[in-house]
Protein backbone atom coordinates (compact mmCIF):
# COMPACT_ATOMS: atom_id res chain seq x y z
CA UNK A 1 0.00 0.00 0.00
CA UNK A 2 1.09 3.37 -0.68
CA UNK A 3 2.77 5.21 1.48
CA UNK A 4 0.06 7.81 3.61
CA UNK A 5 -2.50 6.20 1.41
CA UNK A 6 -5.61 5.12 3.04
CA UNK A 7 -8.46 2.32 1.77
CA UNK A 8 -11.72 2.57 0.46
CA UNK A 9 -13.83 0.69 2.83
CA UNK A 10 -17.17 -0.86 1.52
CA UNK A 11 -19.62 -1.75 3.81
CA UNK A 12 -22.88 -3.49 2.12
CA UNK A 13 -25.84 -2.54 4.39
CA UNK A 14 -27.33 -5.51 6.93
CA UNK A 15 -30.48 -7.47 6.11
CA UNK A 16 -33.70 -6.57 4.99
CA UNK A 17 -36.54 -8.65 4.39
CA UNK A 18 -36.09 -8.19 0.89
CA UNK A 19 -32.73 -9.05 0.77
CA UNK A 20 -33.40 -12.13 3.20
CA UNK A 21 -36.22 -13.21 0.14
CA UNK A 22 -34.09 -12.58 -2.40
CA UNK A 23 -36.05 -9.74 -3.99
CA UNK A 24 -34.76 -6.96 -6.34
CA UNK A 25 -34.43 -4.04 -3.83
CA UNK A 26 -33.43 -0.84 -5.58
CA UNK A 27 -35.07 2.67 -4.91
CA UNK A 28 -37.87 1.30 -2.74
CA UNK A 29 -36.92 2.03 0.74
CA UNK A 30 -36.99 -1.12 3.15
CA UNK A 31 -35.66 -1.04 6.38
CA UNK A 32 -33.53 -3.39 8.37
CA UNK A 33 -34.53 -6.76 10.22
CA UNK A 34 -33.29 -7.03 13.90
CA UNK A 35 -30.98 -9.12 12.37
CA UNK A 36 -29.40 -6.79 10.25
CA UNK A 37 -29.19 -3.97 12.88
CA UNK A 38 -26.91 -6.32 15.25
CA UNK A 39 -24.86 -7.14 12.40
CA UNK A 40 -24.17 -3.45 11.26
CA UNK A 41 -23.81 -2.97 15.04
CA UNK A 42 -20.96 -6.01 15.35
CA UNK A 43 -18.94 -4.28 12.57
CA UNK A 44 -18.54 -1.02 14.59
CA UNK A 45 -15.29 -2.25 16.95
CA UNK A 46 -13.64 -3.02 13.71
CA UNK A 47 -14.16 0.47 12.56
CA UNK A 48 -13.38 2.14 15.43
CA UNK A 49 -10.13 0.98 14.58
CA UNK A 50 -9.39 2.38 11.57
CA UNK A 51 -8.93 5.93 10.76
CA UNK A 52 -11.72 7.06 8.84
CA UNK A 53 -11.65 10.26 7.32
CA UNK A 54 -15.35 10.58 5.57
CA UNK A 55 -17.85 8.62 5.40
CA UNK A 56 -20.38 8.57 2.10
CA UNK A 57 -23.85 6.61 2.38
CA UNK A 58 -26.48 6.31 -0.06
CA UNK A 59 -29.30 7.97 1.15
CA UNK A 60 -31.72 4.54 1.73
CA UNK A 61 -32.79 3.97 5.21
CA UNK A 62 -30.97 0.82 5.28
CA UNK A 63 -27.88 2.22 4.56
CA UNK A 64 -28.05 5.25 6.10
CA UNK A 65 -28.86 3.04 9.59
CA UNK A 66 -26.14 0.66 8.87
CA UNK A 67 -23.94 3.39 9.02
CA UNK A 68 -24.79 4.83 12.09
CA UNK A 69 -25.05 1.29 14.17
CA UNK A 70 -21.91 0.63 13.06
CA UNK A 71 -20.45 4.02 14.99
CA UNK A 72 -20.04 6.04 11.55
CA UNK A 73 -22.18 8.93 12.90
CA UNK A 74 -23.81 11.36 10.26
CA UNK A 75 -22.57 10.04 7.13
CA UNK A 76 -22.87 12.37 4.33
CA UNK A 77 -25.64 10.92 2.07
CA UNK A 78 -24.73 10.65 -1.95
CA UNK A 79 -27.43 9.69 -3.97
CA UNK A 80 -24.69 8.26 -6.29
CA UNK A 81 -24.66 5.35 -4.02
CA UNK A 82 -27.89 4.43 -4.35
CA UNK A 83 -28.69 1.19 -5.58
CA UNK A 84 -28.93 -0.36 -9.27
CA UNK A 85 -32.19 1.29 -9.97
CA UNK A 86 -34.49 -1.94 -10.84
CA UNK A 87 -37.27 -0.44 -13.48
CA UNK A 88 -39.84 -2.93 -14.02
CA UNK A 89 -38.17 -5.52 -12.04
CA UNK A 90 -37.99 -4.35 -8.40
CA UNK A 91 -39.50 -6.55 -5.92
CA UNK A 92 -39.59 -9.30 -7.42
CA UNK A 93 -36.93 -12.26 -7.17
CA UNK A 94 -34.85 -14.01 -9.91
CA UNK A 95 -37.28 -16.66 -10.35
CA UNK A 96 -40.56 -14.24 -10.84
CA UNK A 97 -38.28 -12.77 -13.58
CA UNK A 98 -37.33 -15.72 -15.33
CA UNK A 99 -40.74 -16.92 -15.26
CA UNK A 100 -41.43 -13.78 -17.79
CA UNK A 101 -37.64 -14.08 -19.95
CA UNK A 102 -36.19 -17.16 -19.15
CA UNK A 103 -32.76 -17.55 -18.27
CA UNK A 104 -32.61 -13.83 -17.78
CA UNK A 105 -29.22 -12.78 -15.80
CA UNK A 106 -29.05 -8.59 -14.76
CA UNK A 107 -25.23 -8.64 -16.05
CA UNK A 108 -25.94 -9.66 -19.29
CA UNK A 109 -29.78 -8.42 -20.02
CA UNK A 110 -30.18 -5.38 -17.84
CA UNK A 111 -33.96 -4.21 -16.38
CA UNK A 112 -37.03 -3.50 -18.31
CA UNK A 113 -38.47 0.22 -17.52
CA UNK A 114 -40.78 0.48 -14.32
CA UNK A 115 -43.55 3.00 -13.62
CA UNK A 116 -41.80 7.18 -12.62
CA UNK A 117 -40.20 6.02 -9.44
CA UNK A 118 -38.39 3.03 -11.33
CA UNK A 119 -37.49 4.26 -14.35
CA UNK A 120 -34.23 1.30 -14.83
CA UNK A 121 -30.78 1.86 -15.25
CA UNK A 122 -28.55 0.45 -17.84
CA UNK A 123 -24.76 -1.22 -16.13
CA UNK A 124 -22.97 2.11 -17.97
CA UNK A 125 -25.19 4.34 -15.62
CA UNK A 126 -24.76 2.76 -12.67
CA UNK A 127 -20.86 2.60 -13.45
CA UNK A 128 -21.29 6.05 -14.24
CA UNK A 129 -22.40 6.84 -10.74
CA UNK A 130 -19.36 4.70 -9.25
CA UNK A 131 -17.45 6.70 -11.10
CA UNK A 132 -18.62 9.97 -9.50
CA UNK A 133 -18.09 8.37 -6.15
CA UNK A 134 -14.53 7.26 -6.77
CA UNK A 135 -13.83 10.68 -8.26
CA UNK A 136 -15.14 11.98 -4.83
CA UNK A 137 -13.31 9.37 -2.07
CA UNK A 138 -9.93 9.02 -4.36
CA UNK A 139 -8.49 12.43 -2.88
CA UNK A 140 -9.59 12.16 -0.03
CA UNK A 141 -7.78 9.12 0.65
CA UNK A 142 -4.40 11.03 1.10
CA UNK A 143 -5.67 11.44 4.79
CA UNK A 144 -6.95 8.22 5.48
CA UNK A 145 -9.71 5.71 4.97
CA UNK A 146 -12.99 6.45 3.35
CA UNK A 147 -16.14 4.44 4.27
CA UNK A 148 -18.99 3.66 1.17
CA UNK A 149 -22.24 2.38 2.83
CA UNK A 150 -23.87 1.34 0.13
CA UNK A 151 -25.52 -1.79 -1.55
CA UNK A 152 -24.74 -5.04 -3.62
CA UNK A 153 -25.36 -4.39 -6.82
CA UNK A 154 -24.05 -0.80 -6.40
CA UNK A 155 -21.00 -1.75 -4.89
CA UNK A 156 -19.72 -5.05 -6.99
CA UNK A 157 -19.98 -2.26 -10.71
CA UNK A 158 -18.10 -0.10 -8.13
CA UNK A 159 -15.15 -2.57 -6.77
CA UNK A 160 -14.94 -3.88 -11.05
CA UNK A 161 -14.64 0.13 -12.22
CA UNK A 162 -11.99 0.93 -8.82
CA UNK A 163 -10.15 -1.92 -10.78
CA UNK A 164 -10.23 -0.66 -14.56
CA UNK A 165 -12.63 -3.13 -15.19
CA UNK A 166 -16.18 -3.15 -17.55
CA UNK A 167 -19.25 -2.42 -15.22
CA UNK A 168 -20.58 -6.47 -15.98
CA UNK A 169 -17.46 -7.52 -14.19
CA UNK A 170 -19.14 -6.87 -10.73
CA UNK A 171 -20.64 -10.05 -11.63
CA UNK A 172 -17.35 -11.80 -10.03
CA UNK A 173 -18.04 -10.38 -6.87
CA UNK A 174 -20.54 -11.74 -4.61
CA UNK A 175 -21.53 -9.16 -1.81
CA UNK A 176 -23.33 -10.40 1.00
CA UNK A 177 -25.20 -8.26 3.75
CA UNK A 178 -23.33 -7.00 6.41
CA UNK A 179 -19.94 -7.59 4.93
CA UNK A 180 -16.87 -4.76 4.69
CA UNK A 181 -14.94 -5.25 1.71
CA UNK A 182 -11.18 -3.53 1.25
CA UNK A 183 -9.96 -1.41 -1.65
CA UNK A 184 -7.01 -0.13 -1.86
CA UNK A 185 -3.25 -0.02 -3.22
CA UNK A 186 -0.16 -2.63 -3.77
CA UNK A 187 3.17 -1.42 -5.93
CA UNK A 188 1.02 1.91 -7.17
CA UNK A 189 -1.67 -0.36 -8.67
CA UNK A 190 -5.42 -0.91 -7.58
CA UNK A 191 -5.94 -4.06 -6.16
CA UNK A 192 -8.75 -5.66 -4.18
CA UNK A 193 -7.58 -6.17 -0.09
CA UNK A 194 -10.07 -7.90 1.16
CA UNK A 195 -13.75 -8.77 -0.29
CA UNK A 196 -17.10 -9.97 1.70
CA UNK A 197 -15.99 -10.56 5.25
CA UNK A 198 -18.13 -10.51 7.63
CA UNK A 199 -17.61 -8.82 10.93
CA UNK A 200 -16.96 -12.03 13.32
CA UNK A 201 -14.36 -12.54 9.72
CA UNK A 202 -12.33 -9.51 10.34
CA UNK A 203 -8.88 -9.47 11.99
Known amino acids: MMLGMGEL??????????????QHTGRTDVPLTEAGRKTAARLAPVLASRHIVATFA???SRAADT???????????????????YGGYEGLTTAQIRQRQTDW?????????GDDDHPGEAADEVAARADAVLARSAPLMDSGDIALVAHGHLL?????????????????FRLDTGTLSLL????????????????DGIG
Open 58 to 60: SPA
Open 9 to 22: ILIRHGETEWSRSG
Open 105 to 113: YLWRDGVIP
Open 67 to 85: ANLAGLASPTLDPNLQEWD
Open 184 to 199: GFEHDERVICAWNVPP
Open 156 to 172: RVLAARWLGLEPAAGRF
